[in-house]
């Protein structure tokens, strides 16, 4: 029998972040780590699915704010592809509708930047051993929004362009429909999310993540 060591499976992972500074920093970290080898860095959503089926990698760190395609279009669009794909969200959204449409386009887990770098290397280990770590607080978010009742698509929509300063019938105007319809759906909207006007709807869909202002 040989004595020759067997070389222990690196897992290769892609990170993918508009920032240079964040992506360079997970590079020298992940680095460090003798099982972890970091196989692409991607800064949009375009990027990450085309080094995804350019590198296959074992897990992929996903960020949401991307340039063009959003970092939820892009797990959508390489799950869609690789049903296998083990993707982690890391992000500094904190929303828990973020967190709920990141897992439900495909994503593994999800965890907040702030997350201390030993603790990301034990997710990246268990969710390459097939398991699903999810932070407390992630978790509790989650078992919040259970209690909330969830806006229609439309619904949402109206709340992106009330949060761009436009009037009722502006919104009317750009969804095609009439401005009593509109009020509807505000009425709709202020009880769902517990708030009295425009500006108090803007703030909780803001901090839920329900909608974002600036790029995607």
Known sequence: MSSRAVK?????????????????GLQLILGTYPDIEIVGLAASGED???????????VTLM????????????IAAIRGEHADAQIVVLTM??????????LKAGAVTYLLKG????????????VHSGKRPMDD??????????????????????MELIAE???NKDVAAELGI?????TVHLRNIFEKLDVSDRTGAVNVALRRGIIHIGPS
């Open 178 to 182: 009439s401005a009593e319809t509109v």
């Open 48 to 58: 990450a699915v085309r080094m995804f089926r350019h590198q296959r990698p074992d």
């Open 115 to 126: 997350v201390e770098s030993a603790e990301l290397v034990e997710v990246i280990r268990g």
């Open 93 to 102: 959204y904190e929303g828990d509708e973020d967190i709920h449409r990141s």
């Open 165 to 167: 300063g436009m009037r």
């Open 8 to 24: 222990p499976h690196r897992i290769r992972v892609l990170c993918v972040d508009d920032h240079p500074v964040m992506r360079e």
């Open 63 to 74: 960020d949401l704010q991307l340039p063009g395609m959003s970092g939820l279009d892009a």
């Open 137 to 158: 607080r992630v978790r509790s978010r989650l078992a919040e929004r259970a209690s909330y009742a969830a806006l229609t698509d439309r619904e949402v929509r109206v």
